[in-house]
T-cell receptor
Framework: GQQLNQSPQSMFIQEGEDVSMNCTSS?????WLWYKQDPGEGPVLLIA?????ELTSNGRLTAQFGITRKDSFLNISASIPSDVGIYFCAGSQAGGTSYGKLTFGQGTILTVHP | NAGVTQTPKFQVLKTGQSMTLQCAQDMNHEYMSWYRQDPGMGLRLIHYSVGAGITDQGEVPNGYNVSRSTTEDFPLRLLSAAPSQTSVYFC????????????FGPGTRLTVL
């Protein structure tokens, strides 16, 4: 099946630092999404991207839909302790039998030291 | 709105036992889906439904059955549990017009001995 390669697998940073993570695929996707999962909870949608080259912000979070449509990036500025969690990228292809199916990356575990 | 609710939160089964994981949503979402989450593997789609009476297989459907008799409910059935089905199960729902923007439930942690 399709696979998304997400990196890094984990990050340990100091409060106040900026964070960058990315997701790549061998296949083209028409939608990229970024989710965050807190311990013991389900994932929560952070940002959805629908056009190649699109750059979208949500507070301190900024995500980009790569021009090749095979990658996406998430940046977190000025990290705070509540940013701790697992960040997942997810992609979706257009039409046909792929309708309704999301493919998820393996996740990036973020730890923020006060 | 309660959003997406899942029961039970934890469950321990013996190999060969059957059970049903419950999922309900009160947002009138057409699209519902089931995922399993295993360490280091992200979330993998098991089954999904685009509306009442319509279901289809995802990436890892073997060993699981689903049905969708109402818009609100989407139960996941394990007919004969196996240790390989030990995992955390998440149900999600979304509007069909923006099906990618899925709302997830809190999950069910299942252990099969």
């Amino acid at each position: 099946g399709q696979q998304l390669n997400q990196s890094p697998q984990s990050m340990f940073i100091q409060e106040g630092e900026d964070v960058s993570m990315n997701c790549t695929s061998s296949s083209i996707f028409n939608t990229w999404l970024w989710y965050k999962q807190d311990p013991g909870e389900g994932p929560v949608l952070l940002i959805a991207l629908y056009k190649a080259g699109e750059l979208t912000s949500n507070g301190r979070l900024t995500a980009q839909f790569g021009i090749t449509r095979k990658d996406s990036f998430l940046n977190i500025s000025a990290s705070i302790p509540s940013d701790v969690g697992i960040y997942f990228c997810a992609g979706s292809q257009a039409g046909g039998t792929s309708y309704g199916k999301l493919t998820f990356g393996q996740g990036t575990i973020l730890t923020v030291h006060p | 709105n309660a959003g997406v609710t899942q029961t039970p939160k934890f469950q321990v089964l013996k190999t060969g036992q059957s059970m049903t994981l419950q999922c309900a949503q009160d947002m009138n979402h057409e699209y519902m889906s089931w995922y399993r989450q295993d360490p280091g593997m992200g979330l993998r789609l098991i089954h999904y439904s685009v509306g009442a009476g319509i279901t289809d297989q995802g990436e890892v459907p073997n060993g699981y059955n689903v049905s969708r008799s109402t818009t609100e409910d989407f139960p996941l059935r394990l007919l004969s549990a196996a240790p390989s089905q030990t995992s955390v199960y998440f149900c999600a729902s979304s509007l069909r017009t923006v099906y990618n923007e899925q709302f997830f439930g809190p999950g069910t942690r299942l252990t099969v001995l």
